[in-house]
């Protein structure tokens, strides 16, 4: 009896086709991971609320969603001195979480609106914008301050959009240390709807507003890192009344 014996030219070829086939199942499932992906918002299906409520909105005739702080944050905010509101705001924010979605890299876009709620105080600005890289409540965020873009006063007008790390890097402490770097004036106007893009690379981002080709605030050190990721929220302060529509994200790997 002839003993068994394997043609090692099948089996190469065989070994060869099973592994560029998992390269290829590689690379596809990769491909769809850095997919575009659209979210119109006109529901509060997919998000997490956190301290907020959301519901579907009219504003300027287009679709979006409405989303305010909570009534039980609101009562929590009443009972704590501005120190107190300061630091929860700092530490346990006030947003709606895109679920299933985890960002690092590459650009966000959406349009977003906002003022100070009725009956707001003297320091309501209406502030709004988007949260990213969010982990374990820590997060970056770019947001517009609606009622500075036209205000008579330059000092404010200045500061219109701003960038934030929290819980460690509020604006408060931004400002004190580092003034006017993480800050800028663009034109806004409040209740009117604004197209923001958020480009973001390794420790680098842009914001551009108003389909502006040049942007409107630099920030070469993000708070969390060259590496950092997380997920996607729409991000609101105490005293806002805040729209928006029209998410994309459109994630990048960066080498």
């Known amino acids: 009896m002839r003993p068994l014996r394997v043609h090692r030219t099948t089996f190469t070829t065989r070994f060869t086709l099973v592994a560029v086939a998992a390269v290829a199942a590689l690379i596809t499932a990769q491909a769809e991971t850095r997919q575009a992906k659209h979210f119109p ?36 905010f009443k009972d704590m001195t501005p120190e107190q509101q300061a630091d929860a705001q700092a530490r346990v924010g006030q947003y709606a979480l895109v679920e ?31 949260a990213f890289r969010l982990q374990n409540g820590a997060y970056d965020a770019f947001y517009l301050r609606a009622t500075n873009g036209r205000a008579d006063d330059q000092e404010r007008r200045n500061h219109t959009v701003q960038y934030i790390s929290h819980p460690d890097w509020t604006w408060f402490r931004l400002r004190k240390e580092t003034p006017s770097k993480y800050e800028a004036y663009v034109d806004l106007v409040p209740d009117v709807w604004t197209k923001i893009k958020i480009d973001v690379q390794g420790d680098h981002a842009r914001l551009y507003v108003h389909d502006q080709d040049q942007p409107t605030l630099i ?37």
Do not use: Y
């Not at 690092?104 to 977003?112: L, P, S």
């Open 41 to 76: 918002l006109e529901s509060a299906a997919g998000l997490r609320l956190n301290n907020v409520t959301a519901e579907p909105a009219v504003l300027q005739g287009k679709k979006g969603l409405r989303v305010i702080m909570s009534e039980e944050r609101v009562r929590q």
């Open 100 to 130: 299933g979605l985890e960002f690092d890299n590459g650009v966000i876009e959406a349009e977003i609106a906002g003022a100070p709620e009725p009956g707001a105080g003297s320091g309501a600005r209406g502030f709004f914008g988007l």
């Open 219 to 255: 920030v070469n050190d993000l708070k969390s890192g060259a590496h950092g990721k997380g997920g996607i929220a729409l991000w609101i302060d105490q005293g806002t009344v805040a729209h928006f529509r029209n998410l994309t994200v459109q994630p990048l790997s960066v080498k």
